[in-house]
């Protein structure tokens, strides 16, 4: 079956320094990566993709990530963190049902910035 | 063009009571998702459909009912609520099936006392 994890709940860094999110899955097939990230009593939305190609992907707001199949992994990053990345980022890995295509998450990982 | 909307944005019922949560999308697409987030647990897909007349189960979809009224309208019924249902319910919606990017709503937050 599939997952996705994220070892770190929460996170906290200094505002100006850099930052790696880590994620992990576990899926049969070729994975189909996604960081989304939520701020607070907001829906999610999209940063980054991983369908195929280049390994390393850039993203919205200065982010990115890079797949590495031989660790099974989609790692976030960013060189400079800001006050207003303050958030919960979620990695995601897509799953193919037949028709549609759902979503299997992991847990989330907590980002606090401190000034 | 509002994206993904979402009605109500909180709720409150009592156990055995129902509702039904709005979503609708203005962009077109074919595919549309509901997923229901729990501290601590991510997001988890209750139902989907695929297509326009289509529905199928997700990971969690005991409790729930839905229904694609029409291609822009993907609804959630829960027919006799309970305490364990108290969740924030995302809908999302994206192009159709394959390698496509879901597009998520603001959320409804539901408490069932």
């Known amino acids: 079956a599939q997952s996705v994890t994220q070892p770190d709940i929460h996170i906290t860094v200094s505002e100006g320094a850099s930052l790696e999110l880590r994620c992990n899955y576990s899926?049969?097939?070729?994975?189909?990566l996604f960081w989304y990230v939520q701020s607070p009593g907001q829906g999610l939305q999209l940063l980054l993709k991983y369908f195929s190609g280049d390994t390393l992907v850039q993203g919205i707001k200065g982010f990115e990530a890079e797949f590495k199949r031989s660790q099974s992994s989609f790692n976030l990053r960013k060189p400079s963190v800001h006050w207003s990345d303050a958030a919960e980022y979620f990695c995601a890995v897509l799953v193919v049902r037949g028709g549609a295509d759902g979503l299997t998450f992991g847990k989330g990982t907590h980002l606090i910035i401190q000034p | 063009n509002a994206g993904v909307t979402q009605t109500p944005k909180f709720q409150v019922l009592k156990t055995g009571q129902s509702m039904t949560l709005q979503c609708a999308q203005d962009?077109?697409?074919?595919?549309m998702y509901w997923y229901r987030q729990d501290p601590g647990m991510g997001l988890r897909l209750i139902y989907y459909s695929a297509s326009e007349g289509t529905t199928d189960k997700g990971e969690v979809p005991n409790g729930y009912n839905v229904s694609r009224l029409n291609k822009r309208e993907f609804s959630l019924r829960l027919e006799s609520a309970a305490p364990s249902q108290t969740s924030v319910y995302f809908c999302?919606?994206?192009?159709?099936?394959?390698?496509?990017?879901?597009?998520f709503g603001p959320g409804t937050r539901l408490l069932v006392l």
């Open positions: 999302a919606s994206s192009e159709g099936a394959g390698l496509t990017t879901q597009y």
């Open positions: 899926y049969g097939a070729t994975p189909y």
């Open positions: 962009m077109n697409h074919n595919s």
